[in-house]
């Protein structure tokens, strides 16, 4: 599985640089034993099958999780935005327990655990910022039989260098890591806060490889910039727009730039590549390979050995949408469909209308439920305005919207703020953009 593939790299190639992050590197001989070394510590004071992982540095995180992994033991790394209760939820929830301070004279493990494809090892965590978040298993199946596809349609190789967030608990994040590591590659994690040398950094470490959710490929994505270095650049986690991808392409002329659409229920689902992106920009792509999708009442079946164990045969995240030619369309993601007057009204379809405008750069549309159970909806964007010219971008977006949207469909309120809130994997935070409206409409009320 994926440790094996890691001892045997370092068996045969023990100088090659593994893991970059900051002022520290390991080879894959470095790595091999700091895996060996760490799970004999974890041997014998480390009883149940399932560690929650709250160590602040990224590194020793995924370590740990090698470690444990070794042990045959399942992890959930935390995220750096659960506070105690929440971590406190987790570890009463799965009887899971976090690791005990590492004895510095403990002996290398000489046996690795023998691990199977159905073996459990990794727990991903879904949104739940107010209470205890839902955590969805991971079997070796789900990510292993995936990997070689990956290197396959991404184009990546052992010879490839990656450069990705240090947000693992992000799992897109982790299964990028993961999978260079399998390959045999080198990994170089970064920081969001280090956003402005990002472009430094890769030519610096010599960079072939990039994964990103959109919106940090827009802090660095620039026209005059040329990287000329990188071959792959792999989007996932957000809708990649035209706009953006044709910006990468230019700054990147070799690359093959791909952006997949999967679910941490589901695995990988879909992709599309280069100019397609461009020409289809509505789509998500055709199935990734190994993957069966269906369109049953125009709910997303998905088929694969990718899909996590417990929603194997259930197979759907209730995700909406229909088959084009042989692309996917997303017609609405789950949770995100509003009744307006006992209409359905998806917002993606509002977003996507008001992606249509050139200064519009980031759209979330969100919906409050009212008192008859139908949905007042909201609208919040970010715009770049060329120069230092300010424009009523607020009035020229509602405009265009009354002009290319029903009435049923317009939002109550459009609201531009300068950045977007966003979770720590990048991801739009939709659920503080819903606070900022409620508490708005709670004060209105309040004041009447």
């Known amino acids: 599985m994926i440790v094996q593939r890691i001892l045997h790299t370092a068996e045969k190639f023990p100088e090659k640089q593994a893991i970059v992050y900051g002022l520290r590197s390991l080879s894959y001989a470095e790595l091999s034993e700091e895996i060996k070394y760490r799970a004999g510590a974890y041997q014998h004071r480390v009883t149940a099958p399932k560690v929650i992982l709250t160590h602040a540095h990224s590194l020793e995180n995924l370590l740990d999780l090698l470690a444990l992994m ?5 992890s959930i790394m ?90 693992l608990s992000y799992s897109a994040n982790l299964n990028s890591v993961l999978h260079m590591l399998w390959q045999g590659g080198t990994v170089v994690m970064t920081s969001l806060k280090s956003a402005a040398s990002w472009p430094r950094q890769m030519q610096e470490q010599q960079i072939s490889s990039v994964f990103m959710v959109p919106s940090h490929y827009r802090l ?53 590549q280069n100019q397609e992106i461009i020409q289809h920009s509505y789509a998500v792509g055709q199935a990734f390979p190994g993957v069966k999708i269906k369109i049953v009442d125009q709910r997303i079946l998905v088929e694969s050995d990718y899909v996590s164990p417990d929603y194997r045969g259930v197979n759907t995240v209730f995700d909406l949408g229909l088959i084009e030619d042989g692309r996917l369309i997303l017609m609405g993601r789950s949770g995100r469909m509003f009744n307006r007057r006992g209409l ?13 405008l050139p200064f519009v750069t980031e759209v ?59 979770k720590d994997n990048g991801k739009i935070d939709y659920h503080a953009v819903a606070r900022i409206f409620s508490e708005e409409d709670s004060l209105a009320t309040l004041e009447r």
């Open 70 to 74: 070794a042990l045959g033991k399942a």
């Open 78 to 167: 935390a995220s750096t935005q659960l506070n105690e209760e929440q971590i406190q939820g987790l570890l009463e929830q799965e009887e899971a327990t976090t690791l005990p301070p590492r004895n510095q004279e403990s002996v290398a493990l000489t046996e690795i655990q023998s691990a199977t494809l159905t073996d459990r090892f990794l727990g991903v965590l879904t949104s739940g910022t107010e209470s205890t978040p839902k955590v969805i298993w991971k079997d070796y199946q789900s990510w292993v039989t995936a990997f070689p596809h990956q290197s396959d349609v991404f184009g990546i190789t052992p010879d490839d260098r990656l450069f990705v967030l240090d947000a």
């Open 220 to 272: 660095w994505a620039k026209k005059s910039l040329s990287l000329p270095g990188i071959r792959s650049l792999v989007s996932a986690g957000e809708k990649l727009e035209a706009s953006l991808a044709e910006i990468l392409l230019a700054c990147c002329p070799d690359v093959l730039l791909t952006e997949y659409y999967g679910a941490a229920e589901l695995g990988h689902v879909s992709y599309q």
């Open 344 to 356: 359905n009204v998806f917002a993606e379809e509002i977003e996507n209308s008001a992606k249509l």
């Open 364 to 422: 979330a549309v969100i919906g409050l439920l009212r008192e008859d159970l139908s949905h007042d909806i909201y609208l919040v964007f970010s715009a770049s305005y060329p120069g230092h010219v300010q424009a009523n971008y607020s009035q020229q977006l509602k405009t265009h919207l009354l002009h290319s949207l029903p009435t049923f469909k317009q939002p109550r309120r459009i609201l531009e703020l300068r950045n977007l809130p966003r």
